[in-house]
């Protein structure tokens, strides 16, 4: 994706010359404090500072409170709001139709994990040109609070009483497809998931980002692991991260060996300061047990977990036009008589 961040004091203009207004969208009509709003916000900036072209980006949702926030940025791009754990399928036919568009999904943890978990999985496998981001509350919020798949193992919610299963953990079952770039944060840290949304824009293939996003209205008690309160005391970053676009000069005053720079297709820098753990984002094997390892530990890991852009899409394996499949003519559409025929022949 095209990316340059130099912004004019000045005017308030990025260097495509928008406002961040340009990038905003409705009013939210969603609680106040949900953590869905803070994670619009980080896009409207992300997409600011990278000077993304709103009009390359079709926002696709399915249902749920997180399914409803593309209504809250990006209003002049494209955008279609689907059925309940199905965006994957909508994301598929239109990145493939068109693959002059970026995609941007926002579904909710009931939307991937529970009812869509099928269709995720598959879209990894695709490695479409799309960030996916999962709002994660642990609950249905819009259908006033039930356990959703990543509620955890003995959870208490009010109207619910005991949640007896195990928990989906969102980022364990995109390493386990291969997705080539996943990563955790948490609503409540706004820059590092600013950063990251920046990065999974520079990124060629699907992006997950398994977001915290507290549902105030539902499951915000200080015990559970999706609360504001819980992620502020147990959030561990693995390290600081910052954007370098790549039109931007890169100037670190750190120690070598302090800092992991990721380059992405575009030639952008994804600039990761070491905190506390050692930690390679290139060793998958590494992820899994370090997710594994905290989780068992209580710890709420965030940051980058793994990175590979070494991957086709479908859009490379099946040999897709540049050109949107609106915009071709018929004859080159519709296949000739003689390709027909020749096809059929391969199979007598
Ligand atoms: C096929 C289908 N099944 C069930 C529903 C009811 N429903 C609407 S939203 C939702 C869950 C939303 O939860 P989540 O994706 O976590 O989003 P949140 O509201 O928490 O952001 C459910 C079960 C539906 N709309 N369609
Ligand atoms: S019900 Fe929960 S998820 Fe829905 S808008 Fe309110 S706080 Fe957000
Ligand atoms: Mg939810």
């Known amino acids: 994706m095209e990316s340059a961040t130099v912004i004019t004091a000045r005017s308030g203009t990025n260097t495509i010359g928008l406002s961040k207004n340009d990038y905003k969208g409705r009013p939210s009509t969603l609680c106040q404090g949900c953590g869905h709003n803070s994670i619009s916000a980080q896009i409207i900036s992300a997409c600011y500072e990278l000077a993304v072209p709103p009009e390359k980006i079709i926002k696709l949702s399915g249902i749920g409170c997180s399914s409803k926030s593309p209504t809250y940025f990006l209003s002049r791009s494209h955008g279609f709001n689907g059925l309940h754990g199905r965006m994957p399928s909508l994301a598929t036919g239109a990145l493939v139709a068109n693959r002059t568009l970026k995609g941007i999904g926002i579904s909710g ?45 003995g959870q208490v919610l009010k109207k619910q009483g005991v949640n007896p299963f195990m928990p989906v953990d969102v980022c364990l079952e995109a390493l386990a497809a291969n997705c080539g770039f996943v990563a955790r944060s948490f609503a409540g840290d706004p820059k590092q998931v600013r950063e990251l949304i ?151």
């Not at 099928?118 to 039930?146: A, S």
Request: hydrophobic share 35%; aromatic share 6%.
């Open 109 to 153: 943890d009931g939307d991937t994990a529970s009812i869509g978990i099928g269709q995720f999985i598959h879209l990894l496998r695709r490695n479409l040109p799309m960030v996916y981001i999962v709002e994660n509350n642990g609950v249905y919020g819009l259908t006033k609070g039930q356990f959703s798949a990543t509620a955890d193992k």
């Open 198 to 348: 920046k990065a999974a824009l520079c990124f060629e293939g699907t992006a997950v980002l398994d977001i915290i996003s507290p549902c105030v209205t539902f499951n915000n008690r200080d015990e559970s692991t999706k609360s504001y309160s819980w992620a502020k005391v147990h959030e561990d970053p693995l390290h600081d991260v910052t954007m370098v676009p790549k039109k931007d000069e890169i100037h670190i005053d750190l120690k070598p060996g302090e800092v992991k720079e990721v380059e992405m297709h575009d030639g952008s820098m994804l600039m990761l300061k070491k905190l506390e753990r050692d930690f390679d984002p290139a060793d998958r094997l590494s992820a899994l047990h370090m997710l594994e390892e905290t989780k068992a530990k209580n710890i709420l890991i965030t940051g980058l977990f793994y990175f590979n852009e070494r991957q086709p899409s479908l859009q490379d394996i099946g040999n897709m036009s540049g050109t949107p499949l609106t915009e071709l003519p018929v004859e080159k559409l519709r296949p000739s008589q003689q390709s027909l025929i020749d096809l059929m022949d391969q199979f007598r």
